[in-house]
């Protein structure tokens, strides 16, 4: 595997039953690419983003995540990638730093590494007066940009993003896309999933699936002058009138 090809994928499957969820889709992705992967409701990006995250396995095709087989080296994977959900990142019932010595220790850090990090992490986000303050209590918009922290914790190659922005404000969601910005310049590949279409401007580059399989997969500038759209919401739209399944 090319060594800046940090995910790639080939003819890659899955069925449940007679249903095929995800229908041979193949992309690669560059390190410290922002890759959007977008989808409407059923279109099979979660499906998708679990197999290349090493919690389900393919039904067939081929495909490697930081280097590692999806089919055969899952519990690698797990460890050299980061993951945040809108629904959920973080124990709420603890502390910002019990939280932040948690996950060090899920990610294998050891206590030189894990106090060094944890400094970084509060000096970044301006979080040192909150280290006792339990997360349940913090703002929405702290929360998601301490999960993000949390999940490049240990300085993965790709950090998998599932919706991280939803329902928090817009001057938040600019704020947390410049943690985003920031992880891509340090070399993190960044795979992101999103309901707001400008955040896709955002990406490097967006793919789009329809019915589980892609329909486009370009640079937002590319896709917008291939459909002959203003924006990546029109050619979200255009692309989404044809699906013939939802959730």
């Known amino acids: 595997m090319n060594r800046d090809k940090v995910i790639s994928v080939k003819n890659l499957s899955k069925k449940f039953g007679e249903f095929i969820a995800v229908d041979r889709i193949s992309f690669e992705v560059e390190r410290g690419e922002i890759f959007g992967f977008l989808g409407a409701n059923g279109a099979g990006k979660t499906t998708a983003m679990r197999m290349l995250c090493g919690l389900s396995y393919p039904t067939s095709g081929s495909g490697t995540v930081a280097g590692y087989d999806i089919m055969t080296q899952g519990e690698e994977i797990k460890r050299h990638i980061g993951y945040m959900s809108q629904r959920f990142s973080l124990y709420e019932d603890l502390t910002v730093w019990e939280n932040i010595r948690l996950y060090a220790g899920i990610y294998g850090l050891n206590r030189r590494q894990t106090l060094r990090r944890t400094v970084e992490l509060l000096d970044r986000l301006q979080f040192r007066s909150e280290i006792r303050t339990r997360v349940g209590s913090l703002p929405l918009g702290w929360k998601q940009k301490l999960a993000f922290s949390v999940a490049t914790l240990h300085r993965p190659e790709v950090v998998f993003l599932d919706e991280p ?37 955002y990406c490097s580059r967006v793919s789009i699936m ?7 997969l370009d640079t937002p500038t590319l896709l917008k002058q291939q459909f002959a759209a203003k924006s990546m919401d029109e050619v979200f739209r255009t692309l989404a ?7």
């Open 165 to 201: 922005t939803g329902g928090v404000d817009p001057v938040t969601r600019r704020q947390f896309w410049e943690l985003i910005y920031e992880a891509a310049a340090a070399g993190t590949t960044v795979f992101v999933t999103t309901h707001y279409m400008d955040e896709a401007e």
């Open 210 to 216: 329809v019915d589980g399989q892609i329909r486009a």
């Open 241 to 247: 009138r044809d699906a013939k399944r939802g959730e």
